[in-house]
Each structure stands twice: as structure tokens, then as C-alpha cells.
């Protein structure tokens, strides 16, 4: 069985791999959108896996949303390597929620809000769209976990552990309604923590026979 620092440094071979081929991509002005994405999710992926193992103390639901977030790392990778040409889709996903974030920050904009940082946002805005519409990136919502689990074979899986990852990513009644030592208990936390590892060694498996 892998130690923890096993399956960070294997990852960190493969974020080096991906990094290092993105890098030679925009040297020579070419684009590979499933290298992109692949070369950001591993990225992201290394970055929760480095905060499950570095603090096994931290609150339960930390820890929950630490390994939820994995598994929808999980499940998109999975999504993306079965059809790559989803790929430009998922990159285009994020010009349309920076547009939808800055949507949002001018609806919270008061009389007092000076003109300069109004105008800065509108100005990001137009130039997203402009990069959009450049490089042809067709606008495009998030993808559901629930769609996304059902078209990578993992509704099963889903089902099941959502249930127990809902109740600790909000205020539930199970957690607003329990002592501590209910919700935040170490059999809970050892199960988020061993799911943790089990989609990071998934999202190694997969990355490694691309």
C-alpha cells in the first residue's frame, strides 16, 4: 500500500509532466485544450491532496469538502479523458464564471463604490468576451457532479458518499442539531480521509495512461 508521500510524489511527477508539455504547447503558439485542462486539474488536485495529508486535524467539515472536491477532480478528469473534445468546454468554463463573478460584483456596488473600480470590472468583462469570441470558446455552465457521475459510470459511488458529503458541506440539521462528538468524530474523519486518498490514487491511475 502507498504512503502518503508516495502518492504526492508520484502526482507531483505527472503536475511536472503536464506543466512541462503546456509550457512547450504556448512556446510555440499551439493549443491543446485537454493538456490545459489536465495540466489544471492535476495542479488543483495537488493542492487539496496536499491539504488532506498536511493537516489530518483540521474540522470534519474541512476535511468533507477537502475529499468531495477530490472526487469531482476525479470525475472530471475521468469525463475529459473519455471525451477529449470536452475539453475546450471545461476551459471555457472559466471566462463565462469570471463574467458571472463580475456579474455579481457590479449587482453589489453602492452609491459609494467609486467609478474607477466600476469601470475596471466592465473593462475585464469586455475583454473576457473579446478572448471568447477570439478563440472561439462557446460559453458554457458548470457541469453537474450528478451528470457528471451518471456519464462516467460512478452514479453508484455518487449516490452513496454525497450522502454523507452533503451533510458536512452546509449548515445541515445534522450538524447545526448535534453535540461535536457526534458529527466530528474520528470513524467519520478516517472515511473522509481514506476517500481522499482513493480518488487522488484514481486520478493517478488515469493521468498516468494518458
Not at 473576457?128 to 456519464?151: C, D, G, Q, R
Amino acid at each position: 500500500m502507498q504512503s502518503s508521500n508516495e502518492i504526492d510524489k508520484e502526482l507531483n511527477g505527472i503536475v511536472a509532466k503536464l506543466n512541462e508539455k503546456a509550457t512547450m504547447l504556448a512556446r510555440n503558439n499551439k493549443s491543446d485544450y485537454l493538456v490545459f485542462a489536465l495540466r489544471g486539474l492535476s495542479s488543483y488536485t495537488s493542492v487539496l491532496f496536499n491539504r488532506l495529508i498536511a493537516n489530518q486535524n483540521m474540522p470534519i467539515e474541512h476535511l468533507a469538502f477537502t475529499a468531495r472536491n477530490l472526487f469531482e477532480c476525479y470525475l472530471l478528469i475521468a469525463y475529459i479523458i473519455d471525451e477529449p473534445i470536452k475539453a475546450k468546454e471545461f476551459i471555457s468554463q472559466k471566462a463565462f464564471e469570471e463574467l458571472e463573478i463580475n456579474e455579481g460584483f457590479l449587482c453589489l456596488t453602492t452609491e459609494t463604490t467609486s467609478e474607477s473600480s466600476i469601470k475596471t470590472i466592465r473593462d475585464r468583462m469586455n475583454y473576457i468576451n473579446e478572448v471568447m469570441k477570439s478563440a472561439e470558446l462557446t460559453p458554457t455552465k458548470y457541469w453537474s457532479v450528478s451528470n457528471l457521475a451518471v456519464k462516467t459510470n460512478n452514479k453508484i459511488e455518487y449516490d452513496a458518499f454525497f450522502k454523507l458529503y452533503s451533510k458536512y458541506v452546509h449548515p445541515s440539521s445534522w450538524i447545526v442539531n448535534s453535540h461535536s462528538f457526534e458529527y466530528d468524530n474520528p470513524v467519520f474523519k478516517s472515511i473522509f480521509y481514506s476517500q481522499g486518498h482513493i480518488f487522488t490514487k484514481r486520478i493517478i491511475k488515469l493521468l498516468s495512461k494518458n
